[in-house]
């Protein structure tokens, strides 16, 4: 428990002492914590750990430094016109590595009043010395390269503090002797000199113009005067036309008028007979419609008499129909049970046919048994049969030699029965003939002799003698010689 006791005590004094060396550092600011290593190591806007007592913990402000540059006495410029300078100037702590080392060397732990007055006398000397190479005329009519000039001067010798000049403005130029403002009088006359020559100019073109314009308007005016006499001289000769059409016009209406008339009055003495007509064709209207009338009722009666009559026989028809449903009805039950009938029949065909079907397979299956059986016994004679032929040795062979002989012979002279005619010329050719069947006959005994090692004339030979197996071969071929004339 002791020991126990001992390292966990050990452990959390540890912890103490790192958590008191824990710092962190922010965005604007940079912690150098030095001490056990062989360069400092720097935090911004990041934590770390310091080892108490073992390690110093410094630090940088990273804030932007506002100055103001003033030359403290007139600078004299390269045209010998002595000038005060007022400018706006930000600098910053490099956060470059190695400017961070120089500034840390130069401004550790230092205020920013501090760093501010150092880069002041900094940036007034390179002003001065930017003053006197630029003439004023130059300097006060483009200052941003009067700035540019005096930021490009100091930056190394700031950048040697390890600092960055973030912003260089020219506030003011002044001189003493008034010399900027004779600058400007002189700039004020010859604006106002070419303001006068700009207004000479723009009222000799406004007269110009107001010339031509009173030209134009003095033509333009004798063009519409031209134009409204013509224009009279049209209309009056329009009004006597328009009058002369009138005229005509006129008299054309009265003459219309006049036939108008005429054809008015026969209008009318034609409505009259027209109306005489007309009244003449109502009173036959009226007569044909008393007639018509007359004729309606007696079609009424005669179809009251005939819708009755179809009534009638409407409801004579609706019992025949209910009569014959009632048929049909009967009709359709008898062939539903008819129809269950055949139904019922077709499934006892149906199972009958499935049992006769049984009975085939069941017979198939005993036939290819039985033939699988007689396959077998087959098998087994051949089987019993070769084995037998093997302890016959040769002479079952020979045997079946025999037997198959007249079979080779046969297949030899097959071709010759297929050939319809042979000619042949030369003494001696129908033996030759002959020979080569016989050889064919020879070349089966030599296959036999290569293919199963039994020569035939060895055995034949072992059996008869020599002098039999001769006369053997020569009633061998003598019938064969039949045989193939027979064939």
Aim: charged share 30%; proline share 2%; no cysteine.
């Amino acid at each position: 428990m002791v020991k126990i006791i001992i390292i966990v005590t050990a452990a959390l004094a540890v912890l103490a002492i790192l958590l008191s060396g824990y710092v962190k550092a922010s965005p604007d600011t940079a912690y150098i914590i030095s001490g056990l290593r062989k360069r400092p190591k720097i935090l911004i806007g990041r934590a770390g750990i310091k080892i108490p007592f073992l390690e110093k913990k410094d630090e940088l402000n990273l804030q932007l430094i506002p100055i103001d540059v003033k030359t403290s006495s007139a600078v004299p410029t390269a045209d010998y016109i002595n000038i005060r300078v007022d400018a706006a100037v930000n600098v910053k702590i490099s956060v470059d590595p190695e400017q961070l080392n120089l500034a840390a060397q130069n401004f550790l732990n230092k205020k920013t009043d501090y760093i501010a007055q150092v880069a002041r006398e900094v940036l007034e000397g390179n002003m001065r010395e930017i003053v006197g190479k630029m003439n004023l005329e130059e300097m006060v009519s483009d200052r941003q390269k009067f700035a540019m000039l005096v930021k490009e001067n100091a930056e190394p010798d700031l950048a040697a503090m390890g600092l960055d000049i973030v912003s260089f403005n020219v506030q003011n130029f002044v001189d003493s002797n008034g010399v900027i403002e004779n600058l400007g009088v002189d700039n004020i006359v010859k604006i106002q000199k070419n303001a006068a020559i700009s207004r000479a100019e723009s009222e000799k073109e406004i007269a110009k113009a107001q010339a031509s314009a009173q030209r134009e308007a003095n033509e333009a005016q004798i063009a519409a005067q031209t134009d409204i006499a013509q224009k009279n001289n049209e209309l009056a000769i329009k009004q006597a036309e328009l009058k002369k059409l009138s005229d005509a016009k006129k008299a054309e209406a009265d003459a219309a008028y006049q036939i108008q008339q005429e054809e008015q009055r026969k209008t009318i003495e034609v409505t009259t007979a027209n109306a005489n007509i007309a009244k003449q064709e109502k009173e036959i209207l009226l007569k044909q419609k008393e007639a018509e009338v007359m004729e309606q009722a007696l079609d009424a009666q005669i179809k009251k008499k005939a819708e009755a009559e179809k009534f009638a026989k409407q409801q004579a028809a609706d019992a025949q129909l209910y009569q014959r449903q009632r048929e049909a009805e009967a009709k359709k039950y008898e062939l539903l049970q008819q129809s269950e009938a055949l139904k019922i029949q077709a499934e006892a065909d149906k199972y009958a046919k499935e049992q006769e079907a049984e009975g085939i397979r069941i017979k198939g299956l005993a036939e290819a048994e039985a033939i699988q059986a007689k396959a077998v016994a087959e098998a087994e004679g051949i089987e019993k049969k070769a084995e037998a032929m093997a302890k016959m040795g040769e002479a079952a062979v020979l045997e079946m030699y025999f037997k198959a002989l007249p079979d080779v012979v046969r297949n030899a002279a097959e071709p010759l029965a297929k050939v319809d005619k042979i000619t042949m010329y030369g003494d001696g050719n129908s033996t030759k003939l002959m020979k080569d069947v016989m050889n064919t006959l020879n070349q089966v005994t030599d296959g036999l002799k290569e293919s199963t090692g039994v020569d035939l004339n060895a055995v034949l030979s072992g059996f008869l003698g020599a002098g039999a197996a001769v006369k053997l071969n020569d009633k061998k071929d003598n019938d064969d010689k039949n045989e193939l004339t027979n064939e």
